[in-house]
Nanobody, 124 residues
Framework: QVQLVESGGGPVQAGTSLRLSCVASGRSFSSYAMGWFRQPPGKDREFVGGTSWNGQSTYYKDFAKGRFTISRDNNKNTVTLEMNNLKPEDTATYYC?????????????????WGPGTQVTVSA
Protein backbone atom coordinates (compact mmCIF):
# COMPACT_ATOMS: atom_id res chain seq x y z
CA GLN A 1 0.00 0.00 0.00
CA VAL A 2 1.14 3.55 -0.60
CA GLN A 3 1.09 6.49 1.74
CA LEU A 4 0.07 9.79 0.22
CA VAL A 5 0.71 13.39 1.20
CA GLU A 6 -0.70 16.39 -0.65
CA SER A 7 0.78 19.87 -0.76
CA GLY A 8 0.34 23.14 -2.58
CA GLY A 9 -2.99 24.34 -1.25
CA GLY A 10 -3.63 27.80 0.09
CA PRO A 11 -5.68 30.97 -0.35
CA VAL A 12 -5.87 32.36 -3.88
CA GLN A 13 -7.98 34.82 -5.80
CA ALA A 14 -10.48 33.89 -8.45
CA GLY A 15 -9.01 33.63 -11.92
CA THR A 16 -5.60 32.52 -10.77
CA SER A 17 -3.90 29.13 -10.90
CA LEU A 18 -2.71 26.65 -8.33
CA ARG A 19 -0.73 23.46 -8.53
CA LEU A 20 -1.31 20.66 -6.06
CA SER A 21 1.14 17.83 -5.65
CA CYS A 22 0.77 14.43 -4.10
CA VAL A 23 3.83 12.44 -3.13
CA ALA A 24 3.58 8.72 -2.57
CA SER A 25 5.79 6.56 -0.43
CA GLY A 26 5.75 2.83 -0.25
CA ARG A 27 5.79 0.20 -2.87
CA SER A 28 4.63 0.05 -6.45
CA PHE A 29 3.32 3.57 -7.00
CA SER A 30 3.22 2.88 -10.73
CA SER A 31 0.79 0.03 -10.21
CA TYR A 32 -1.92 2.41 -8.97
CA ALA A 33 -4.33 4.59 -10.82
CA MET A 34 -4.30 7.96 -9.10
CA GLY A 35 -7.14 10.34 -8.58
CA TRP A 36 -8.04 13.67 -7.05
CA PHE A 37 -11.15 14.27 -5.01
CA ARG A 38 -12.39 17.36 -3.24
CA GLN A 39 -14.77 18.18 -0.42
CA PRO A 40 -16.30 21.67 -0.41
CA PRO A 41 -17.37 23.07 2.95
CA GLY A 42 -20.55 21.42 4.14
CA LYS A 43 -20.76 19.09 1.16
CA ASP A 44 -19.85 15.52 0.32
CA ARG A 45 -16.54 14.57 -1.17
CA GLU A 46 -16.60 14.48 -4.98
CA PHE A 47 -14.39 13.08 -7.68
CA VAL A 48 -12.34 15.58 -9.68
CA GLY A 49 -10.47 13.33 -12.06
CA GLY A 50 -7.73 10.78 -12.34
CA THR A 51 -4.95 9.21 -14.34
CA SER A 52 -4.13 5.63 -15.23
CA TRP A 53 -1.11 3.84 -13.85
CA ASN A 54 1.12 4.98 -16.71
CA GLY A 55 -0.39 8.42 -17.19
CA GLN A 56 -1.60 7.68 -20.68
CA SER A 57 -5.27 7.94 -19.81
CA THR A 58 -6.95 10.69 -17.86
CA TYR A 59 -10.52 11.40 -16.91
CA TYR A 60 -12.14 14.57 -15.61
CA LYS A 61 -15.51 15.44 -14.26
CA ASP A 62 -17.32 18.08 -16.27
CA PHE A 63 -16.52 20.92 -13.87
CA ALA A 64 -12.81 20.17 -14.23
CA LYS A 65 -12.62 19.78 -17.99
CA GLY A 66 -10.65 22.53 -19.66
CA ARG A 67 -9.47 24.05 -16.37
CA PHE A 68 -7.78 21.21 -14.49
CA THR A 69 -4.96 18.94 -15.64
CA ILE A 70 -3.77 15.79 -13.89
CA SER A 71 -0.35 14.35 -14.57
CA ARG A 72 1.99 11.92 -12.89
CA ASP A 73 5.68 11.15 -12.74
CA ASN A 74 6.28 7.56 -11.78
CA ASN A 75 10.01 8.20 -11.40
CA LYS A 76 9.27 10.72 -8.67
CA ASN A 77 6.19 8.99 -7.21
CA THR A 78 4.15 12.12 -7.69
CA VAL A 79 0.80 13.08 -9.15
CA THR A 80 -0.08 16.69 -9.84
CA LEU A 81 -3.31 18.60 -10.16
CA GLU A 82 -2.90 21.83 -12.11
CA MET A 83 -5.89 24.12 -11.63
CA ASN A 84 -6.42 27.20 -13.79
CA ASN A 85 -9.01 29.96 -13.78
CA LEU A 86 -10.02 29.08 -10.25
CA LYS A 87 -13.50 29.98 -9.06
CA PRO A 88 -14.87 30.48 -5.56
CA GLU A 89 -16.82 27.25 -5.97
CA ASP A 90 -13.51 25.41 -6.26
CA THR A 91 -12.95 26.10 -2.57
CA ALA A 92 -12.52 22.70 -0.95
CA THR A 93 -10.17 20.31 0.72
CA TYR A 94 -8.44 18.40 -2.04
CA TYR A 95 -7.41 14.78 -1.59
CA CYS A 96 -5.36 12.46 -3.72
CA UNK A 97 -6.17 8.77 -3.79
CA UNK A 98 -4.60 5.58 -5.06
CA UNK A 99 -6.67 2.82 -6.60
CA UNK A 100 -5.22 -0.54 -7.52
CA UNK A 101 -8.26 -1.55 -9.55
CA UNK A 102 -7.90 1.12 -12.19
CA UNK A 103 -8.92 4.53 -13.42
CA UNK A 104 -12.30 3.32 -14.57
CA UNK A 105 -13.23 2.41 -11.01
CA UNK A 106 -11.65 5.38 -9.31
CA UNK A 107 -14.95 7.14 -8.74
CA UNK A 108 -17.08 4.12 -7.86
CA UNK A 109 -14.82 2.05 -5.64
CA UNK A 110 -13.07 2.70 -2.37
CA UNK A 111 -9.47 3.76 -2.99
CA UNK A 112 -6.68 1.80 -1.39
CA UNK A 113 -5.16 4.94 0.11
CA TRP A 114 -6.07 8.53 0.79
CA GLY A 115 -3.91 11.51 1.55
CA PRO A 116 -4.78 13.79 4.49
CA GLY A 117 -5.86 16.58 2.15
CA THR A 118 -4.82 20.12 1.39
CA GLN A 119 -7.09 23.14 1.67
CA VAL A 120 -7.76 25.40 -1.30
CA THR A 121 -9.65 28.63 -0.69
CA VAL A 122 -10.62 30.78 -3.65
CA SER A 123 -11.82 34.30 -2.95
CA ALA A 124 -13.84 36.40 -5.38
Amino acid sequence: QVQLVESGGGPVQAGTSLRLSCVASGRSFSSYAMGWFRQPPGKDREFVGGTSWNGQSTYYKDFAKGRFTISRDNNKNTVTLEMNNLKPEDTATYYCAANSIGLGYMESSQPDSWGPGTQVTVSA
